[in-house]
């Protein structure tokens, strides 16, 4: 490598083929045609090539070898693997074994809630108890006064009238004690 430098006249499609960088050699050959000289280009735009090391180094380096998948290493993985191969893989079972299994799980997850919201529900404090017989109270008060109004609309006429009589004379009484 030290000797293509060495020489006055350097080809510089030499350079390119071997350079890492086709461009800095470009521009160094179009500096040195501007000039009117062609040198050798400087040091600092290129990439040394690597030395590649002899067979005698690389006896000495570790080779790389394939890591062992513990999971696949483990006898109760070997196992089922078996159980699935000796199967027939599919036409009986159309879901995975591990899918029923997460399935299942989701399942008996979803029952446990709902169990434990019912039970949350159940589970009344006094003062929710209170409220519920206040408004279980106004209610009847108000479907008491709705019925009433119906027999009222579906009463004679005479008898709304008397009403109207009674309603009037309790109101002038007051009126005279005031």
């Not at 790389?64 to 599919?90: A, F």
């Not at 799980?105 to 209170?130: I, M, T």
């Amino acid at each position: 490598m030290a000797d293509r430098f060495t020489s006055s006249l350097y080809c510089p499609r030499e350079l390119l083929h071997k350079s890492a960088s086709a461009h800095a050699a470009l521009q160094w050959e179009g500096e040195q045609e501007a000039q009117g000289s062609l040198r050798h280009p400087p040091a600092d735009g290129f990439v040394p090539q690597p030395d590649y090391m002899d067979a005698e180094d690389a006896q000495d380096l570790i080779k790389p070898r394939k890591l062992v998948n513990p999971v696949k290493s483990s006898k109760s993985h070997q196992d089922l693997h078996k159980e699935l191969l000796m199967r027939g893989g599919g036409g009986a079972e159309p879901k995975p074994e591990l899918q029923r299994v997460l399935e299942a799980r989701k399942r008996e997850q979803r029952g446990r809630q709902k169990r434990q919201e019912e039970e949350a529900r159940r589970k009344v404090s006094p003062l929710e108890q209170e409220l519920l017989k206040r408004q279980k109270k106004l209610e009847e008060l108000e479907r008491q006064q709705e019925k009433d109004q119906e027999d009222m609309e579906k009463a004679p006429e005479f008898v709304k009238v008397k009403e109207k009589l009674r309603r009037t004379s309790f109101h002038s009484k007051d009126e005279k004690e005031v």
